[in-house]
């Protein structure tokens, strides 16, 4: 908002004077026409204009410094949300982990090998996270999205992902024995090289999955397994079972 305006030089007194048509606005007209001649001899004080224009160069000055120190302010929101994650490790419970690791993974930041281990991670959404040799043994992750996620090499074992959408996961190389995956969306996921002992995988659906290099799958409940008959058909005779029931 600019404040300083030049102001017009006031008129003599006589034109104020004639203007009046009572006597008693005299002593008012006279107070007005005094404030008249201060707004004009300060309009024309110099000082005020430069005092204006520093106004103006401060706030360029701020907005400068506050788009400067963008990054700083990401870093500490990044060191916090870490510190988070680190506090509840190893322990049950949400902790505030599910809106730290949802916000380090939207800006991007790799969770390789994190330890999420027994966490409650519910409904957390992590799609494409990194996540390569991350410990998820024991979490709860039912109705969890993450899709596109690279979870290489990670130990999911009795892990519980009801209901997950994993499409496109890869598990190469991960443990997922006696992991709970009744209901996930395993489309187009990578389970190279995976084991998944006594894993329960009722009315999975594995359209498009990679098994054909799976580790092991000695005691895993395939029934209901969707559009994969031949990968039901491979795990019966690799040790899997097929019963329906808790």
Avoid: C
């Avoid at 300060?42 to 430069?50: H, I």
């Avoid at 990054?71 to 599910?98: F, P, S, T």
């Avoid at 991670?121 to 969890?144: E, K, V, Y």
């Avoid at 443990?175 to 995956?181: H, K, V």
């Amino acid at each position: 908002m600019q404040v300083y305006v030049r102001s017009d030089r006031p008129e003599a007194w006589r034109e104020w004077r004639k203007r009046l048509r009572h006597r008693w606005a005299v002593p008012f007209a006279m107070l007005e026409y005094a404030l008249e001649w201060a707004a004009y001899a300060l309009s024309n004080w110099r000082l005020l204009e430069v005092l204006e224009y520093l106004g103006k160069f401060g706030v360029l000055v701020a907005v400068i410094f506050y788009f400067a120190e963008s990054g700083d302010r990401v870093k500490q929101r990044h060191y916090q949300a870490w510190q988070v994650v680190d506090l509840a490790e190893g322990k049950g419970g949400n902790g505030g982990r599910i809106e730290a690791l949802e916000e380090l993974n939207h800006d991007g930041v790799s969770l390789v090998g994190v330890n999420l281990q027994s966490a409650f991670l519910m409904g957390i959404r992590l799609p494409n996270a990194r996540l390569a040799r991350a410990n998820f043994n024991a979490a709860d992750a039912r109705n969890a999205d993450l899709t596109g996620a690279n979870l290489r090499d990670a130990n999911l074992q009795s892990a519980n992902f009801r209901g997950a959408r994993l499409a496109a996961v890869s598990f190469a190389g991960s443990t997922l024995n006696d992991a709970d995956l009744t209901g996930a969306n395993l489309t187009n996921a990578d389970l190279t090289g995976a084991s998944l002992d006594n894993a329960d995988l009722r009315d999975v659906d594995m359209a498009g999955a990679n098994w054909g290099s799976l580790q092991s799958i000695k005691g895993a409940n395939v029934q209901g397994v969707k559009n994969a008959r031949e990968f039901v058909a491979w795990a019966l005779q690799n040790g899997a079972v097929y019963k329906a029931g808790d």
